[in-house]
C-alpha cells in the first residue's frame, strides 16, 4: 500500500496536456482542462531589454485560474473556485509543469506569485514548495505581504 506522501508525489508528478494560446514577448498563456473544467495559466513576463540594461534578472508573474466549467465561461471572481474543483493534484502539476516549460524558454531567474485571499497564498505556496523540491527554485522563497518572489534556478 502507497504511503500519502508517495501518493501526493505520484499525482504531483503527473501534468495533463496543456495547450498554449498566446505566446508574445510580453506573455505567454496556455489552457488545460480537468473534467468539466478548464483553467487558464497567464505568466506575464518583465521587459527582457529593460533587465539587461539595469543587470537584473527577467521576472514574471504567474497567475492561474478556473475559465470555464461545463463550457461555460467563468469570469475572474470565479478564480477561488480552483480550491473547490476536487482537482488540486491534477491543477498544481500541470501549472508546475507550463511554467517548468516557461523558465526553460524565456531563461527567466524570478517568478512573482501573488494572491490577496489567505487560500491563494497558501495554494501558491504549496507549488513554490513542490517547485523547490524539484529544484527549479533556488536561494529560497521572499514573501512580502501577499507576494512570493521564486528565485529560478536552470530547470532540466
Partial sequence: MKSFNQYITEILDKP??????IKTDNERKAEFD????????????GNKRQAELLGEPRKAHLEFGLSAEGGV?????????????????AVFATVIDYTKYVIKQEKLKEILFSGK?????????????RMSKLGIIKGGLEKDGPNFVAHV????
Fill in 73 to 89: 465561461a467563468k469570469g475572474n471572481d470565479d478564480k477561488h473556485l480552483v480550491l473547490n474543483t476536487g482537482n488540486a493534484g
Fill in 153 to 156: 534556478d536552470k530547470v532540466k
Fill in 34 to 45: 480537468v473534467g468539466d473544467y478548464s483553467y487558464v495559466i497567464w505568466i506575464r513576463l
Fill in 117 to 129: 485571499e489567505k487560500s491563494r497564498q497558501k495554494l501558491y505556496w504549496a507549488i513554490l514548495k
Fill in 16 to 21: 495533463l496536456k496543456w495547450r498554449e494560446f
